[in-house]
């Protein structure tokens, strides 16, 4: 329940999403279909290497544990 929720969250912040800007803006975030702008805020799955906005990463993450473009979870594989 929400134990394993926080956990969950807590994982994502010090081991498996990398934040950033944008330094191209060729990238499509395949949640929202926009273009991720240049220095935009930026999500980046360090698993599995795909690119979200920030705002839509956040939110899908609050409904699932997978990566959005390839279903996997961030975590597979990790003794976390």
Known sequence: GIQRKRAFEEKLK???VLEFEMKE???TCSICLETIGRNEKSKKISRCGHCFHSRCLD???EVSET???CRREP???MNL
Do not use: T, V
């Open 14 to 16: 010090n081991y498996l």
């Open 25 to 27: 803006s060729d990238l």
């Open 59 to 61: 939110k899908w993450f």
């Open 67 to 69: 990566c959005p473009n």
């Open 75 to 77: 975590y597979m594989g």
